[in-house]
């Protein structure tokens, strides 16, 4: 399938909503692409029932001109104005003149024994799925990590009739209350509303998990609070710490990076051409600052910058909160030794952490032992091998997410025929040219 627009959105959470309806009406035509079937991306994700300020916008969308493209996954860009993206059985050529990412964020995840027990999920990802039918009424849930995230998931969880028996932060209570000063009234007026659907939750400071147990699935936790073990009995540890930005698809386009966050200028724009960037790949901040982000990066890319003047002022405002969010939520060097030798830190591979120790870089602990080649491509165990090991991502490698044999040959044959006569993209340049060489 081909499809060719002047604009494309890649993510259709927030910032790509705003992206993509500023950018339509911008008179120019419009495709909005994500990889889930309907759009919200992760804070809106369920729908207009869902009340987070998400209704207004995804009401907008569905009654504008942009061509929704959902339950379709962008691999790679095998030439400058074309991306190869999956959509089920199906190879999508998605062309375009401007490209808007908007790819989001995720959680971090560390290993520590008894991690990868059934049950033990993601903060995030428990959310996700209690918001999508699994049910929880009368479940123990520990929810244990970093972030504001924590107090979210844990409201929404004890919504839906869960037993929270706690909330352990990392973070300490000093740096707590620093940031809690330096809210807006808007912000800490939902700080308040969150602690009010929480009373009677114990809420745990300078807390963490350090292992999970249980026959075939999780049975209880034990945290470290305050330098004191404790341990409680639960059915689920929803577990994450803080977020880590989507940017592998920014970094194979040659996107540059800036301490890990996709650098832009004042109107999103990457340092690659026609090319720009909202929302978290740009910097943890927040759904208001990625509405801002999407917003820009929609006008700067529809031709239109006479409403962003404001816009940019606005977004400057915020970004200070983006900055105190990652002082505030850092995470302490005591987590470096949550891992024993034995603790899986790549779960696709099975490859613990006494045989990443025995590796420099890593590339030499994918190279020697498969880790960060799995189904995950190196989502989770690349950023929890940086924190543990210091070791630095490198090169990024197309498909971006693993992809189907028959998508791999179909976008073999078809760079073949798209490049005769003039062989732009000869056999060595060719990433599909050989699949089965490729990690
Ligand atoms: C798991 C999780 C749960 C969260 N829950 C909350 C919450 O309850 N409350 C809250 O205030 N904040 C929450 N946040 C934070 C919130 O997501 C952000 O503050 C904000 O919404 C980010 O908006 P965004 O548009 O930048 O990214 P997102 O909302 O993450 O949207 C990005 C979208 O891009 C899609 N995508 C990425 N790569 C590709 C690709 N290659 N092809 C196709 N599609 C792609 C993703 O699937 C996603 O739908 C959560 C974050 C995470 C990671």
């Known amino acids: 399938m081909k499809r060719s627009f002047d604009v494309l959105?890649?993510?259709?959470?927030?910032?790509?909503?705003?992206?993509?309806?500023?950018?339509?009406?911008?008179?120019?035509?419009?495709?909005?692409?994500?990889?889930?079937?309907?759009?919200?991306?992760?804070?809106?994700?369920?729908?207009?029932?869902?009340?987070?300020?998400?209704?207004?916008?995804?009401?907008?969308?569905?009654?504008?001109?942009?061509?929704?493209?959902?339950?379709?996954?962008?691999?790679?860009?095998?030439?400058?104005?074309?991306?190869?993206?999956?959509?089920?059985?199906?190879?999508?050529?998605?062309?375009?003149?401007?490209?808007?990412?908007?790819?989001?964020?995720?959680?971090?995840?560390?290993?520590?024994?008894?991690?990868?027990?059934?049950?033990?999920?993601?903060?995030?990802?428990?959310?996700?799925?209690?918001?999508?039918?699994?049910?929880?009424a009368g479940k123990r849930v520990v929810v244990a990590g970093s972030g504001p995230l924590l107090l979210a998931v844990a409201a929404t969880l004890r919504g839906y009739g869960a037993e929270i028996v706690g909330v352990c932060e990392q973070a300490s209570w000093r740096n707590l209350a620093t940031f809690a000063t330096r809210l807006g009234w808007r912000k800490l007026g939902q700080a308040v509303r969150l602690k009010r659907e929480l009373v009677g939750v114990p809420f745990y400071t300078d807390c963490w998990p350090l292992s999970a147990a249980g026959h075939g699935k999780v049975e209880r936790v034990l945290v470290s609070h305050r330098g004191s073990p404790r341990e409680w009995a639960c059915d689920y540890l929803a577990c994450g710490f803080h977020l880590v930005p989507n940017t592998e698809l920014a970094a194979l386009l040659g996107c540059q990076l800036?301490?890990?966050?996709?650098?832009?200028?004042?109107?999103?724009?990457?340092?690659?051409?026609?090319?720009?960037?909202?929302?978290?790949p740009t910097g943890i901040g927040g759904v208001e600052l990625a509405l801002l982000q999407g917003q820009i990066a929609g006008l700067c890319a529809?031709?239109?910058?006479?409403?962003?003047?404001?816009?940019?002022?606005?977004?400057?405002?915020?970004?200070?909160?983006?900055?105190?969010?990652?002082?505030?939520?850092?995470?302490?060097?005591?987590?470096?030794?949550?891992?024993?030798?034995?603790?899986?830190?790549?779960?696709?591979?099975?490859?613990?952490?006494a045989r990443l120790r025995e590796c420099n870089s890593w590339r030499e602990g994918k190279l020697y032992?498969?880790?960060?080649?799995?189904?995950?491509?190196?989502?989770?165990?690349?950023?929890?091998?940086?924190?543990?090991?210091?070791?630095?991502?490198?090169?990024?490698r197309p498909p971006v997410f693993p992809a189907r044999v028959e998508s791999l040959l179909a976008a073999a044959s078809n760079a073949e025929v798209n490049t005769e006569p003039n062989a732009a993209m000869n056999a060595?340049?060719?990433?599909?040219?050989?699949?089965?060489?490729r990690s």
């Open 9 to 136: 959105v890649i993510g259709a959470g927030p910032a790509g909503i705003a992206a993509a309806l500023r950018a339509a009406e911008c008179q120019r035509s419009v495709g909005l692409v994500d990889d889930n079937p309907s759009p919200g991306g992760q804070i809106w994700r369920g729908g207009v029932a869902h009340p987070n300020g998400g209704a207004p916008w995804l009401e907008l969308l569905s009654r504008s001109s942009v061509t929704p493209l959902y339950g379709t996954r962008v691999l790679d860009q095998p030439a400058p104005g074309l991306l190869l993206a999956e959509a089920g059985e199906t190879l999508v050529e998605l062309r375009y003149q401007k490209l808007v990412l908007a790819t989001g964020a995720r959680e971090m995840f560390l290993p520590f024994p008894g991690w990868t027990l059934p049950n033990v999920m993601g903060a995030g990802g428990l959310q996700a799925l209690v918001k999508s039918g699994l049910p929880i």
């Open 369 to 396: 032992t498969r880790c960060g080649m799995g189904p995950c491509q190196g989502r989770v165990c690349g950023p929890a091998t940086q924190f543990i090991l210091g070791w630095q991502p490198e090169s990024v």
């Open 302 to 353: 529809g031709g239109d910058q006479s409403g962003v003047v404001e816009l940019v002022a606005q977004q400057r405002a915020m970004r200070p909160f983006a900055a105190r969010l990652a002082k505030a939520f850092a995470l302490r060097p005591e987590l470096t030794a949550l891992a024993t030798p034995e603790t899986l830190v790549c779960r696709c591979e099975d490859v613990t952490l």
């Open 428 to 437: 060595a340049t060719n990433p599909y040219k050989n699949p089965g060489e």
């Open 258 to 280: 800036e301490n890990g966050f996709v650098k832009t200028d004042r109107c999103q724009q990457t340092s690659v051409a026609d090319v720009f960037c909202a929302g978290e």
